[in-house]
């Protein structure tokens, strides 16, 4: 079974400052990894992925996450906060064997940026 | 290009009340379709997926249910509500293979009185 850990369901920064969202996941095969984010009342947004290849991936919004294998672990990072990073966001994982029926959610982090 | 359309966005709804939320996609043919609940700070709950017409598998058991009668259609519902089923309903849908990345509708706000 999948699962994946959030640590810290709000994380505050002031703008500018670097943003990090921690992401674990357990797996019991090579995963698929999502990171979502979401505005309030609307869906989520696909952020990033990482599926196969390079371990950096780059998403929309200047945000980044890095796959360390070693460490199970899918981290979001951007360089600097901006006032419209605020949201909430998720960490997924897909099961990747046949591209999985379902993706397992983490509880999410609230973003908060403060002037 | 791909579009999802959940409707309605916002629900206001006695205790014991029907309910229905309609979710459609266009653009694609065949997809994965998915509710998910949002209750407040609970994350986001699988509730039901559909990879066929006709084909629902339910993850949580619960007095709702889910219907997908049209290839594109997926529908949620309910005989009788219970306060404890106020949330944000969220629909989803995916590709056949692929990489699994799920594409959300806007979702549906259901405030249970």
């Known amino acids: 079974a999948q699962s994946v850990t959030q640590l810290g369901s709000h994380v505050s920064v002031s703008e500018g400052a670097l943003v990090l969202l921690r992401c674990n996941y357990s797996s019991s095969v090579p995963p698929y990894l999502f990171w979502y984010v979401q505005y309030p009342n609307q869906g989520l947004q696909l952020l990033l992925k990482?599926?196969?290849?390079?371990?950096l991936v780059k998403g929309i919004n200047g945000f980044e996450a890095e796959f360390k294998k070693s460490e199970t672990s899918f981290h979001l990072t951007k360089p600097s906060a901006h006032m419209s990073d605020a949201a909430e966001y998720f960490c997924a994982v897909s099961d990747r064997a046949g591209g999985g029926n379902k993706l397992t959610f983490g509880t999410g982090t609230q973003l908060k940026v403060e002037l | 290009s791909q579009t999802i359309h959940q409707w309605p966005a916002t629900l206001v709804q006695p205790v014991g009340s029907p309910l229905s939320l309609e979710c459609t996609v266009e653009?694609?043919?065949?997809?994965?379709l998915y509710w998910y609940r949002q209750a407040a700070g609970r994350g986001l709950q699988l509730l039901f997926y559909?990879?066929?017409?006709?084909?629902i598998s339910s993850e949580v058991p619960q007095n709702l249910s889910a219907s997908r009668p049209q290839d594109r259609q997926f529908i949620l519902s309910s005989k009788k509500l219970l306060l404890s089923d106020s949330g944000f309903y969220l629909c989803a849908w995916r590709g056949r293979g692929g990489t699994g990345e799920l594409f959300f509708g806007e979702g549906s706000r259901l405030t249970v009185l």
């Open positions: 559909s990879v066929g017409i006709g084909q």
């Open positions: 990482y599926t196969t290849g390079a371990t």
């Open positions: 653009g694609t043919s065949n997809p994965n």
